[in-house]
Each structure stands twice: as C-alpha cells, then as structure tokens.
C-alpha cells in the first residue's frame, strides 16, 4: 500500500474519533514503517502549529496503525503499543 493511501485511511480513521478541535497527523517524516504497517502520529492542529504542550491532546493517544495488506486501522494507546503490534503480526500471520 502506497503510504498516501495509509496517510488517507489513517486521518479519516481519526477524524471519527475527535470532534470539535481539528486533529491533524504529523508530516510524512515521522511516520513509521514496520514493513507490513505504517504508524501515524497526530495531534491538534494547534499544536502542530504552536507545538506547545498545552495546544495538544491529552496524554494517552497513541498512533494511529495501517496495516499495508489489508487495510485494516485502529488506534494504538500511549504505552505498551510494541506488544500490541506483535500479537497482531501472529494472529495475522505476518510474524
């Protein structure tokens, strides 16, 4: 899957769950490729623009995964995400 595609999947993925302040994901740069996923990062709007604490989400947003083969999307929280990720890759057969 072509990254703007997963970069498309993720920001409507996001957009469902935050109402209100826009939420936007980092640049390109900071995502991050486990070869069979991408990671988005995100956070407001505001923040990306000021990048001052106080202008962003709340601690416990973590990113945002896209998985390249199937398409599937589902938000990470803010800690222990590497063993989310891991058992995912079993249950799937990636790893």
């Known amino acids: 899957m072509l990254i703007e595609t997963a ?3 993720a920001a409507e993925y996001i957009s469902k769950y935050f109402q ?4 936007e994901l980092f640049p390109d740069e900071a995502t991050e490729d486990r070869g069979w996923c991408y990671l988005f990062y995100y956070n407001t709007k505001r923040y990306l623009e000021t990048l001052d604490p106080d202008d962003g989400l709340v ?10 083969a199937s398409g599937d999307v589902w938000m990470l929280g803010s ?3 590497a063993g989310d ?6 249950r799937h057969g990636i790893a």
């Open 20 to 23: 209100g302040e826009p939420v």
């Open 79 to 81: 800690t222990g995400w």
């Open 85 to 90: 990720l891991a058992a995912y890759a079993v």
């Open 7 to 9: 970069r498309w999947l």
């Open 59 to 68: 601690p416990g947003t973590g990113p945002v995964v896209v998985v390249k």
